[in-house]
């Protein structure tokens, strides 16, 4: 099974980008979760998306201001984040579980990709 993140890149507070995590190799029934890391800091929830689409979780920080989607035709899973901060800086890293539940924990997700750079500047 591989991950694929791609999406990343520098942009300024307030604007937008879409992340997108490929997942190849056992591509059904699994959920996906997206993660960070930011410098110095431990890796976080951000948001997480259930096989249907028809759950989704995402941390406080984020609400409102990204949208976590799915397209399983093409095993793609999406995370639409507008309205940057600064402090959304981090490593994005996808997930995939293959659980029965929707979860907010590492430790549930079998398989991780290898992230991709977000950088928001002031």
């Known amino acids: 099974v591989q991950l694929q993140a791609s999406g990343g890149g520098l942009v300024q507070a307030g604007d937008s980008l879409r992340l997108s995590c490929v997942v190849s190799?056992?591509?059904?029934?699994?959920?996906t979760g997206w993660f960070r890391q930011a410098p110095g800091k431990e890796r976080e929830f951000v948001a997480a998306?259930?096989?249907?689409?028809?759950?989704?979780s995402y941390v406080d920080s984020v609400k409102g201001r990204f949208t976590i989607s799915r397209d399983n035709a093409k095993n793609t899973v999406h995370l639409q984040m507008n309205s940057l901060k600064p402090e959304d800086t981090a490593v994005y890293y996808c997930?995939?579980?293959?659980?029965?539940?929707?979860?907010?924990?590492?430790?549930?997700?079998?398989?991780w990709g290898k992230g991709t750079l977000v950088t928001v500047s002031s």
């Open positions: 997930a995939a579980d293959w659980g029965a539940q929707l979860s907010q924990s590492e430790r549930a997700y079998d398989y």
């Open positions: 190799g056992r591509t059904s029934r699994y959920s």
């Open positions: 998306i259930s096989w249907s689409g028809d759950l989704t």
